[in-house]
């Protein structure tokens, strides 16, 4: 039996994604839930970990127990037994092939950052001071899309060999005081969306030449990199499968 | 030297107002940075406690310390200073006359209810699944305005004696998704705003009738009132002076 789901969760009170012995993480919780609905321990594999405190609006993940619940009524139960800050989006039973990482071909995150700098806003998006130069921006991330070796926008992660990734688009939009920054791609680095939201940030308050970006990537170096934007500003909105198990 | 704030907090990692020994609270969090700008223990008045869960939009409080320290300077050693779910909003020296807390003449109170399940604004409001009936809501509302003995729609608080209070209005309005229940009174008695919009609900769910008010107002019993709507949308919104500190 393989179900899939659809979820939601604010990263604010979690020790990231990936389960942890002693914290408290989304995969925990949700196998915690699971473990006790099914009466075994039910693993979940999810489309990809996101770090500590980022945010997901559709994040994507399976699990296989050995005893069949009808869908209704497992979604009705996980409604009832999630924690307040991870909200299902949907349920429904997949095709025992279904990987939700290894199938995934492409993701969409995206960046909040605000003019205004709202208290109970604090804790969900990335507050600028000043106003950027959005038209040096866009000079900018037009240079990142498409294929590129990403090594100079990325953290290196133990294991990774191949760094290069198709950045599909960089929109970069403002409504009122938000401006946001969505990302589209085949598949995105450690850290790569932060990394490239900040440098974008940078360039925009003129700290760096959008020109140089070329040069940057190629480098494959962080010198120019360095900093990443902070995590609880950044959502994973979407993950992309050929064949969506939820249509 | 007598210096007056208003700030703004996000209840939601407090325990509460008030100081306590081994809580992180509003009040604990506020006196331990301003005791690290004046080197030594400052205390601070406020207006009146929140509970555990409200949020303030304009909290009013004083505090005394021994040296004087410039306004722009001490703005700004505060608004770096303090944690990030305190904000704020404004400083100024008063008159050694003025008390917070028994100058005030009135508060406002907002809570918010939606009828919209969004993850994000869990911590923030109080969702809804059914429309109330907002006619029932506004008749029953009528009927608590005024001068009354609020001991039926209150908690009591020992060494509180006089249980008459005004509320001067209560508007019921709706935005969208939101229903928002502003109360506006010269007092109000410990969960007394709680109280009055889960009866308000209960109302407005056809559970009671919005003619049985009096009758319960004059009862002073809490049969018909027993619950209270959950803390983490109860917002106080403005403290009243006659003679405003910060005009």
Known sequence: MKYAIKFAYDGRDFSGFQRQPDDRTVQGEIEKVLSIIFQEEVALHASGRTDTGVHALNQVATFCPAIFIKEEDLTRALRRMLPRDIKLVQLCRCSEDFHPRFDAIGKHYRY??????????????????????????????????????????????????????????????????????????????????????QYLLHVGRGKIDPEETPQILASGSREKTRLCAPAHALYLMDVYYRFDPFA
Request: charged share 35%.
């Open 112 to 197: 909040i950052c605000s003019l205004e700098d709202h208290l109970f806003e604090r804790p969900y998006v990335h507050y600028l001071k000043v106003m950027p130069d959005m038209e040096r921006i866009l000079r900018a991330a037009a240079f990142l899309i498409g294929v590129h070796d990403f090594r100079a926008f990325s953290n290196r992660r133990r294991g990774e060999r191949d760094t290069r990734r198709d950045l599909w688009a960089i929109e970069v939009s403002q409504r009122k005081e938000r401006i946001f920054f969505d990302l589209y791609g085949d598949g995105f680095l450690y850290r790569m969306a932060r990394v490239i939201v």
